[in-house]
């Protein structure tokens, strides 16, 4: 349609500018279109260079060479010729009744006027329109950028909002933690354990090695690493957000601590330098509750444990509590899991079990072995 368009201007500019000058020169029937010709000109130019076609563009300088000889013709033969009497015949005259009758008497001088006035008038309005038309597309278009501008703008603002608010939603959970270790005594935190049958039956029923390099994620002061010490395993991690904990947990072991590395670190800035041979996490796991997070804990484990290395993973079950520690937590399933570490682990086991707080209260738990493919 636009092509059509730029066709069709083109051809009726290029005609509305030519055809007067043919009958300006003519030797018959001129008057009759001689002031026609400024108007069917000028509005020809001007009503082809408004549909902007690029032809018309082209030829816009000639046709208004045209229209000026065309006019220059007009003002000729209206003002100079009918000065002087002509001795030629009706065929050469500009349509007179007789041969010497002046061309004024026949066509009045006041049409020549209209004529251009009106020219004048088509030429004003069609360049207007133009003038508008070209301040549109320019307003459009900066109407359109600036959207683009403002949303590139707000995606940046956001960027860095998220960014702050992850950063503070760390500071948040460290100073959490570390307040709880430094106000609560051991035996007033519900995951309280004498002795972690569960996590230490584990390490009986696989065989683990006594030298595997093993890893206890987010234990915290718990007895886990006094236990294993006492079962002979000598290469042992401890991770955790809280330093508080970990000070706590040195404290208690004296100088067995030495045999313990210990890492003070949110397990999502966890960059380990080694593999371990056996990765275990219990209640720790469960505080991601974005999938950002439990992908990065994918991710973490999937690079970080050895080839045929033990994953032990215990959280909350779907029948367990929501909260842990007044935070939100996110409950698991067998099949949840499956989804998650399907891909880099086989799931050796997975059983429920309640665990008895110092409250005398009961939270579900599930806890799964997976081995790494």
Known sequence: MIKIKSIWSTLTGSVSASIPLFFAVCKSGACATVCVSPIASIFGISSASLTASPLMKSLFPLLLAISAVAFTISYYKLYVLPKFDSNASCATDCGCDTPKKPLHKTFPFWSFWVGLVVSIVFFTYFEVQNYNSENQKVTITEQQSVPATEKTTEACCTTVRNVNKLKNMNLDKKAHWENVFATKQETEVS??????ETSINFFIENNIPKD?????????????????LDLGYTNLFLLDISANAIERIKNRL????EKVTFIVSDILDF???????VWHDRASF??????KEIETYKNLVSNSISENGFMFLGTFSENGPLKCSGLEITQYSEQKFDRIFGTNFSKMTCFTENHQTPF????????CTFKKK
Do not use: R
């Open 212 to 228: 595997a390099k093993i890893i206890d994620i987010g234990g915290g002061d718990s007895y886990l690493i006094d236990n294993l």
């Open 360 to 367: 005398d209260t009961t939270q579900n738990f599930i806890f």
């Open 191 to 196: 995951w309280y354990q004498q002795k972690p």
């Open 254 to 257: 004296g100088a067995e601590s």
């Open 286 to 291: 469960h505080f991601l509750t974005t999938e």
């Open 271 to 277: 960059q380990p330098e080694t593999s371990f041979d």
